[in-house]
T-cell receptor, first 112, second 112 residues
Framework: DTAVSQTPKYLVTQMGNDKSIKCEQN?????MYWYKQDSKKFLKIMFS???????INETVPNRFSPKSPDKAHLNLHINSLELGDSAVYFC???????????FGPGTRLTVT | GENVEQHPSTLSVQEGDSAVIKCTYS??????FPWYKQELGKGPQLIID?????GEKKDQRIAVTLNKTAKHFSLHITETQPEDSAVYFC???????????FGDGTTLTVKP
């Protein structure tokens, strides 16, 4: 069983479109994260939710909106996609806010 | 905010040699230091971690050291094998804020 899963794995879309990435974890964890990894492999936190409550919101454009319908799911919706949004987006979960994180396989977003 | 510097950015070693990756952090509030390994096309995976009340931790061929006074920590891999080839990330985690700041990654290549 996959611990942290993301769909889709690949997403190719045009500038200006709106798209969503879904994340689910079956580990029973309380905390979930979204990270962006750019072409240089730099890994930057975007958002964190703890028990469905937003606790971290880094300097991310308003076009990005996370949604946590329940503890096991954290989705990422992106409006008006731009070329600079092209990256790999990773979801992660943690038993609490304190220690290790478990990453999903990533979603490679390409905006043309 | 926290700033994590990681060196070197690339490291090439011969199979059987040791590899050392070093990180420094700036925020004394960081108190948990995980290391992640990212293989091509996959999400980062925790390989070892250390908490701020410990100076050293070892797990088979992998060890991590932490110097809180100097604010630096290191990953040591002994008897390297080709399957150790990957990108390695250090992170400094503030357990109160629930946030990890990642280093920029080290691409390790182990030549057979």
């Amino acid at each position: 069983d996959t611990a942290v899963s993301q769909t889709p794995k690949y997403l190719v879309t045009q500038m200006g479109n709106d798209k969503s990435i879904k994340c689910e974890q079956n580990l029973g964890h309380d905390t979930m994260y979204w990270y962006k990894q750019d072409s240089k492999k730099f890994l930057k936190i975007m958002f964190s939710y703890n028990n469905k409550e937003l606790i971290i919101n880094e300097t991310v454009p308003n076009r990005f909106s996370p949604k946590s319908p329940d503890k096991a799911h954290l989705n990422l919706h992106i409006n008006s996609l731009e070329l600079g949004d092209s990256a790999v987006y990773f979801c992660a979960s943690s038993p609490d806010r304190v220690y290790e994180q478990y990453f999903g396989p990533g979603t490679r977003l390409t905006v043309t | 905010g926290e700033n994590v510097e990681q060196h070197p950015s690339t490291l090439s070693v011969q199979e059987g040699d040791s590899a050392v990756i070093k990180c420094t952090y700036s925020d004394s509030a960081s108190n948990y230091f995980p290391w992640y390994k990212q293989e091509l096309g996959k999400g980062p995976q925790l390989i070892i971690d250390i908490r701020s009340n410990v100076g050293e931790k070892k797990d088979q061929r992998i060890a991590v050291t932490l110097n809180k006074t100097a604010k630096h920590f290191s990953l040591h891999i002994t008897e390297t094998q080709p399957e150790d080839s990957a990108v390695y990330f250090c992170a400094a985690h503030n357990t109160n804020a629930g946030k990890s700041t990642f280093g920029d990654g080290t691409t390790l290549t182990v030549k057979p």
